[in-house]
């Protein structure tokens, strides 16, 4: 003992300086570890494995109730074959690029006015942000009631200012801007409160000098705060492109399981990929050809991520 501590003593002043830091950091990252241990589980336990249970579930046939059985590539096969899937898929695709765009610009403008004077903007920010906290069934219900045909509100308007009656849920046409619609204004709140702290980052000096060079307000706008917010709305984009293609509870709510597991027009119209996962898996029982279409829309949303990184080079402005 007495050997070691003048062996310590007899160190160079700048290796035990490193010593006591390598100690220091290795404390520090061993309290760093566990403190992501909680969420580094949850996403190993919640996200990864079923991942991985998925991709080896998409090569089986198994209806929950039997020993599942290996059928290789056979569920894509038939996937690529099935008609009513790719409409599922084209109507994801335009709820997605209906949805994400136009809702990202939308809030990007009210943001805009949002972040300047103007009176009562405090309750209108509050206004807007309601329908994000507020439960997705309980949005659904209340403009399922508006755009009712007989009862609805919109109607009743309609009618007072001497046009006819639109048929907004029962009309396979118009079902789908319905459902684009809803989703962009429940998102508007959320969407808004991203951008609002990106606008505020914008210093008033480029507004100013913008001015004085004869800008207008609509100049300004494209000109300047576009691509200076540029990075936020990427980051909008990527989101909202991601909960579009898991679109889920807006379709359920609106047309109802008993009307889309009828058929018909209103169905073709209406079906995401998610319901049609959920319909394949829980009502049809088939696990394994649910689990690759699954697969297959975590590779849509996989490549199109990929390739919105790969184009913001072109459009998104980080100095």
Not at 130 to 141: F, G, K, Q
Not at 262 to 283: C, D, M, Q, W
Request: cysteine-free; hydrophobic content about 50%.
């Amino acid at each position: 003992m007495k050997e070691t501590t003048e062996a310590i003593l007899a160190e160079p002043a700048h290796k035990r300086r490193r010593r006591k830091l390598n100690a220091m950091g290795r404390r520090e990252a061993m309290w760093g570890y566990l403190f992501i241990a909680p969420g580094t589980l949850g996403v190993i336990v919640f996200t990864l494995i079923p991942l991985l249970f998925s991709f080896v579930m998409s090569m089986t046939d198994w209806s929950m109730l039997n020993t599942p059985h290996f059928l290789g590539l056979a569920n894509y096969r038939e996937l690529f074959q099935d008609k009513t899937v790719r409409r599922e898929f084209q109507n994801t695709f335009l709820y997605a690029f209906g949805t994400a765009p136009i809702g990202v610009f939308i809030s990007l403008v009210l943001a805009t006015l949002m972040s300047t004077k103007i009176r009562g903007r405090s309750f209108y920010r509050v206004a807007y942000f309601l329908p994000y906290v507020s439960m997705p069934a309980a949005i659904t219900i209340v403009w399922q009631w508006m755009l009712n045909s007989d009862t609805g509100i919109v109607n009743a308007a309609l009618g007072a200012l001497g046009f006819n009656k639109v048929a907004f849920m029962s009309d396979p046409k118009l079902i789908m801007p319905v459902m684009i619609f809803i989703s962009i204004w429940q998102m508007i709140g959320y969407n808004m409160v991203i951008l609002l702290a990106g606008l505020q980052n914008i210093p008033q000096t480029y507004f100013d000098a913008a001015k004085v060079d004869g800008a207008g307000g609509v100049k300004q706008f494209f000109t300047i705060t576009i691509p200076i917010v540029s990075p936020t709305i990427f980051f909008l984009m990527i989101i909202s492109f991601i909960n579009s293609f898991k679109a889920f509870d807006i379709v359920y709510m609106i047309v109802g399981a008993h009307a889309i597991t009828s058929g018909g027009p209103l169905a073709n119209a209406s079906r995401t990929a998610v319901y049609g996962i959920y319909e394949k898996s829980f009502i049809e029982l088939r696990m394994g050809y649910a689990a690759a279409e699954a697969v297959i829309l975590f590779l849509i949303i996989l490549v199109l991520t990929f390739v919105q990184f790969k184009l913001q080079n072109r459009w998104v402005h980080y100095d």
